[in-house]
């Protein structure tokens, strides 16, 4: 693979898990690294892009090679993607965002002696952001989404990909599975990629970073 095969391109690249604000203290969140995405950046840095990532408390440190946009909630996120993906060549959306968050977001801290014994947090959904990137995509870009489940069965897992495939209209979904110890905060990953016809293009296992490179192959 020539070193430089992305020379040329701009890449916005989502990372990490979105932080749904409560109260001032705290947050609905999930177990994203950002491992995954972190290593699809400094990879297609490495190989010449120039890359926007959009990072969502991630528990690993940014490239140094990369144009960096710090983000906390899903709000955020929409907001600085829909900034950067106008010129963008692709956009790959690693981060997990949170399909919720609460309805209102409390000035003050919330006390368990106002609440009582159980409480009750009203929700609201968040945007589809790769859905709306892809309704509104210019020709030519490329849009990759990732489907991170839950199930042990590779048969289901790849029906869910496809049925999200369709939702979503990206042109690759990259589908893993994830649990307690894997996909989240692994180092390694195990992937299956999904081209927009829901045909397995790539089957891909090992380190974060070895995936990266066989998921901007794709891209390249
Ligand atoms: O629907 P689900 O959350 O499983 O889809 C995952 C894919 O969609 C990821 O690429 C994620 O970044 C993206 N996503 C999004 N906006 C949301 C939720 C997920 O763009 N509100």
């Known amino acids: 693979r020539p070193q430089s095969d992305l020379a040329g391109k701009r890449i916005v690249i989502t990372a990490g898990g979105t932080r749904e604000p409560l109260d001032p203290v705290r947050f609905l969140g999930n177990r994203s690294s950002g491992k995954q995405g972190v290593a699809l950046a400094e990879s297609a840095a490495a190989r010449g892009a120039t890359v926007i990532l959009i990072a969502a408390n991630l528990e690993v440190p940014a490239p140094t090679t990369v144009q960096l946009l710090l983000v906390s909630s899903a709000l955020d996120l929409e907001r600085a993607v829909t900034e950067t993906a106008a010129d963008a060549d692709a956009v790959i959306m690693a981060a997990a965002v949170a399909d919720y968050r609460p309805a209102t977001v409390r000035a003050d801290k919330i006390k368990k002696d106002d609440t009582g014994d159980s409480l009750v947090l009203e929700l609201t959904r968040n945007p589809d952001i790769l859905a709306g990137l892809a309704a509104g995509k210019k020709p030519g870009q490329v849009l990759i989404g990732f489907a991170a489940e839950t199930e042990t069965d590779p048969d289901l897992l790849l029906a869910l990909g496809r049925a999200k495939l369709a939702r979503k209209g990206c042109d690759f979904l990259v589908v893993n599975r994830v649990g307690w110890s894997e996909g989240f905060a692994s180092d390694r990953n195990e992937v299956r990629v999904l081209d927009s016809a829901g045909d397995i293009v790539c ?18």
């Open 203 to 220: 089957e891909a296992s090992g380190t974060k970073m070895s995936v990266a490179q066989r998921i901007l192959d794709l891209i390249a």
